[in-house]
């Protein structure tokens, strides 16, 4: 099959045909054309350009510059009484005869783009056009937030992605956190200007955020700060600049608007399933790192090859670092929780009744009793929720084991994998054995090994265990510690014990020797250092015996 041939190819081809001798007629049934086409390409190696057919008239024609006459009289009139749409639609009816003639949405239609078209021809109003920007190195920057979906646990839920852009080099920072609030807003800053290794020394363009705006003046450029934000101004030295409300403000820093589109289409396209906001941040670390090989239009030098003329330029960082987050010092209510942000959030149940200290961060709370960390979670993103550890309630429930089954720390255990099938069917099998209550408490002593030995470790001698028929808390922390100590062995015996123990192969074979090995076994297995001490001498005690000898013994008979 040929390929079609433009019409200057087709003209081209007449015309050399044409040379070598051939009629007008010839030509015609060589190259399928008609006359008309023969003698166009005879006349003009180029062809002519095709006629525009006519605009076609609108009904509303007769009555433009009846409408135009409006609208400039508006110019002059007070701004509440002036012709709206409907009321021009109206005054063609009854004083122009439009009835049947223009419709109301012909005449919006109209009015909507010629009332600024009438204001701009004036000088009433200026004309919509963008003037190209040039930016020093190290001086400028962007901020802003963009909403972000992600599947955090198998759910769909929305984040904040803070960035900071350095308006020369293009180079951009993200951050994601639970919320756009304060704490994110801050610890964007420092994260942002910990990758950079400095701190723009000009302008940073904000819009009017919450976490940094308590109240606009008028229409000015002027702001009331918050107090929190005035202060982290001062530590790194930020000169802030606010842009304008509405779509105003978002064209003044088109930059970093167009840079988080940009990111959100190439970096969270399909949504990324994440099992924390640290994995998540450590992914977009990732991404930043490598967009700097990327070009911005049609830009000569990437992003990187840029940051490193500017880079040197900005200004050096604080020798003290700023806490991003903020503090709380709520009271543990009856049910070990406290309340921060309109959320619960579970403490040791030894803290009931008193008073703690809560450092609230973009993406986690972490409790302190005086200055001990006692207790860290994942901040909640929805109002009115709960989020507990079991952990914290073991001491309770050796006292209580029949609250065991139905609390709600064990379901979120569940559901985050730290209580799993394995935990179940040694815990069924003890209270098998013992009885519900003592089955309960023994699988809660064994909950506490968790605190000193790895999830996998305790996971792995609770399997050992099961098989060997060994249901004590005690067997269990024989085999977790027997794992421990030869860690690097045991991954594979762990994998081996939990497919042997979801299969149901829980019967040890013929011959078998049980796995639970007594303590003196390991006390014996331990590497002990050697002893380089030289060993004792009694020499100054068998100088104290002859010196007894040579006394003699006062009151002894004669």
Request: overall charge positive; charged content about 30%; aromatic content about 6%.
């Amino acid at each position: 099959m040929t390929q079609p041939r433009s019409r200057v190819d087709l003209y081209a081809a007449i015309r050399r045909d044409a040379r070598s001798g051939m009629s007008n007629r010839a030509l015609q049934r060589k190259h399928g054309v008609g006359f008309r086409t023969v003698t166009a390409a005879l006349e003009s190696a180029w062809p002519k350009e095709r006629k525009q057919p006519p605009k076609r008239g609108s009904r509303l024609d007769a009555y433009r510059v009846v409408i135009d006459d409006w609208l400039r009289s508006d110019l002059d009139a007070p701004r509440k009484q002036r012709h709206t749409a409907k009321r021009i639609f109206d005054r063609l009816l009854d004083e122009h005869d439009g009835a049947g003639v223009v419709s109301y949405w012909m005449v919006r239609e109209y009015v909507a783009t010629r009332r600024r078209e009438i204001r701009v021809e004036v000088g009433r109003e200026p004309a919509n056009a963008f003037i190209p920007q040039e930016h020093l190195p190290g001086r400028e920057a962007e901020v802003d937030f963009g909403d972000v979906a992600i599947r955090l646990r198998g759910e769909l839920v929305t984040c904040a992605l803070f960035s900071l852009r350095l308006s020369y080099s293009g180079k951009a920072v993200h951050r994601v956190s639970a919320s756009a609030g304060q704490e994110a807003f801050f610890e964007g800053h420092v994260h942002a200007f910990n990758v950079l290794g400095g701190v723009p020394t000009g302008k940073i363009r904000y819009d009017n955020l919450k976490a940094a705006v308590a109240s606009v003046i008028g229409f000015s450029r002027q702001r009331v700060e918050a107090d929190r934000w005035t202060a982290v101004r001062s530590h790194y030295g930020i000169e802030a600049f606010y842009c304008q409300p509405g779509i105003q403000g978002a064209h003044e820093k088109g930059g970093v608007e167009g840079q988080i589109g940009w990111f959100r289409r190439n970096h969270l396209v399909p949504i990324p399933e994440v099992d924390s906001l640290a994995e998540l941040n450590a992914m977009v670390d990732a991404w930043d790192e490598a967009d700097d090989a990327r070009r911005i239009g049609s830009r000569a030098r990437t992003v990187g090859e840029h940051f490193a003329t500017e880079q040197p330029l900005l200004a050096p960082l604080p020798t003290e670092p700023f806490e991003t987050g903020r503090w709380f010092t709520p009271r543990v209510d009856r049910y070990a929780q406290v309340t921060v942000r309109m959320n619960k959030y579970s403490v040791p149940a030894r803290m009931v009744g008193r008073q703690a200290r809560v450092l609230l961060n973009a993406s986690d709370l972490v409790v302190f009793d005086g200055r001990t960390e006692i207790a860290r979670h994942e901040r909640l993103m929805t109002k009115g929720s709960t989020r507990v550890d079991l952990d914290h309630y073991l001491e309770v429930l050796l006292r209580k084991p029949g609250a065991l089954p139905g609390a709600k720390a064990l379901e979120q255990a569940r559901a985050s994998g730290r209580f799993t099938p394995v935990h179940d069917a040694w815990w069924a099998a003890a209270c098998k054995a013992h009885g519900d209550a003592d089955g309960t408490r023994a699988l809660i002593e064994v909950l506490m090994l968790h605190r000193h030995l790895p999830h996998d470790h305790v996971v792995a001698g609770l399997a050992t265990a099961l098989r060997a028929g060994a249901l004590t808390a005690d067997a269990v922390a024989l085999e977790a510690r027997k794992y421990n100590d030869t860690a690097d062995g045991g991954a594979d015996d762990t994998t081996a014990d939990h497919q042997s123990l979801m299969s149901g192969d829980r019967a040890r074979g013929e011959g078998e020797i049980p796995a639970v090995r007594s303590l003196t076994e390991r006390r014996l297995r331990a590497h002990i250092p050697a002893d380089t001490r030289p060993l004792p001498s009694v020499e100054k005690y068998d100088q104290l015996l002859a010196s007894r000898r040579d006394t003699p013994n006062e009151g002894a008979a004669p």
